[in-house]
């Protein structure tokens, strides 16, 4: 069975930090490119965050760059991304995936979801 481990989820204040971690089971994530996306209330799900698989080159979204991080662990199979300076915008359902590209489209795993509340 092809699915994603997902854990880190949780609630912090403005200016903390969260880790979350997605590993991998029946599937190999250094073979895919592999993303996060999230969805904030009321909006479309968003891609913040990607590894392309051809040349292991990042992309991230405006909203989170400088402050995000995604990275790889192939030895443990698992993918994470670290939060830091988090905003109250920041606040949503974060999905870990992995797929072909890094296209929306092109992504054929995906995790279940991690909540993530950034609130005063």
């Known amino acids: 069975q092809l699915h994603f481990v997902e854990s880190g989820g949780g609630s912090v204040h403005p200016g903390g930090s969260l880790r979350l971690s997605c590993t991998a089971s029946?599937?190999?994530?250094?073979?895919?490119?592999i993303g996060w996306f999230r969805q904030a209330p009321g909006k479309d799900r968003e891609g913040i965050a990607c590894?392309?698989?051809?040349?292991?080159?990042?992309n991230y979204a405006d909203s989170v760059k400088g402050r995000f991080t995604i990275s790889r662990d192939n030895a443990e199979n698992t993918m994470h991304l670290q939060m830091n300076s988090l905003e109250l915008a920041d606040t949503g359902v974060y999905y870990c995936?992995?797929?072909?590209?890094?296209?929306?489209?092109?992504?054929?795993?995906w995790g279940k979801g991690s909540l993530v509340t950034v609130s005063s």
């Open positions: 995936t992995a797929g072909s590209s890094c296209h929306f489209g092109a992504m054929d795993y």
């Open positions: 029946g599937f190999t994530l250094a073979n895919h490119a």
């Open positions: 590894i392309h698989r051809e040349d292991g080159r990042i």
